[in-house]
T-cell receptor
Framework: AQTVTQSQPEMSVQEAETVTLSCTYD???????LFWYKQPPSRQMILVIR??????QNATENRFSVNFQKAAKSFSLKISDSQLGDAAMYFC?????????????FGEGTQLTVNP | KAGVTQTPRYLIKTRGQQVTLSCSPI?????VSWYQQTPGQGLQFLFE???????NKGNFPGRFSGRQFSNSRSEMNVSTLELGDSALYLC??????????????FGEGSRLTVL
């Protein structure tokens, strides 16, 4: 079974600065997806960024980027130029390859606070 | 395109009662999965439905059940409610083929409180 671990229950960052959230996972599969989801107080889970395991290039989405280390089974999220609206709970999630079902395995989450 | 719609958003029940939650996926999405979110256990997978068939099931007791209709809408039911069933129940949908980028699209959730 796959497991996802987020070792930072809480993180804080000053507005306009950079913060990195950590995630490690365990799997015996070679093909899979990794995601970072954001859950603001409104509760709706919103996709921040996705990474396909077979792609060596790290994904980027505007101010958000990942450091994907497949051999180390590490998938960290970097948020640059942090904004007040980035404050939320962030979840790292694992999904098996397409065709294996759409079940996500989530980490425990990291609560991000952005200080003005 | 409308997002994933969950109803009701909030509900309060008492121990021993049962509850039914509804989820309408994004148009064209045929896979619907359910998650329970609690402060203590985090996000846990309940089950996934595709083409009216349960494809995966998490480690929950038989009091938790679900179904999917031919229009892909899904319902989950919890019978004989316990205090520990108080949680946010999230529904997510995803396309199975075509433009499937792997991500799941979530609804806003149904907040269940059991008294």
């Amino acid at each position: 079974a796959q497991t996802v671990t987020q070792s930072q229950p809480e993180m804080s960052v000053q507005e306009a600065e950079t913060v990195t959230l950590s995630c490690t996972y365990d799997t015996s599969e070679s093909d899979y997806y990794l995601f970072w989801y954001k859950q603001p107080p409104s509760r709706q889970m919103i996709l921040v960024i996705r990474q396909e395991a077979y792609k060596q290039q790290n994904a980027t989405e505007n101010r958000f980027s990942v450091n994907f280390q497949k051999a180390a089974k590490s998938f960290s999220l970097k948020i640059s130029d942090s904004q007040l609206g980035d404050a939320a709970m962030y979840f790292c999630a694992y999904r098996r390859p397409l065709g294996s079902g759409s079940r996500l395995t989530f980490g425990e989450g990291t609560q991000l606070t952005v200080n003005p | 395109k409308a997002g994933v719609t969950q109803t009701p958003r909030y509900l309060i029940k008492t121990r021993g009662q049962q509850v039914t939650l509804s989820c309408s996926p994004i148009s064209g999405h045929r896979s619907v999965s359910w998650y329970q979110q609690t402060p203590g256990q985090g996000l846990q997978f309940l089950f996934e439905y595709f083409s009216e068939t349960q494809r995966n099931k998490g480690n929950f007791p038989g009091r938790f059940s679900g179904r999917q209709f031919s229009n892909s809408r899904s319902e989950m039911n919890v019978s004989t409610l316990e205090l520990g069933d108080s949680a946010l129940y999230l529904c997510a949908s995803s396309p199975v083929k075509g433009a499937n980028t792997g991500e799941l699209f979530f609804g806003e959730g149904s907040r269940l409180t059991v008294l």
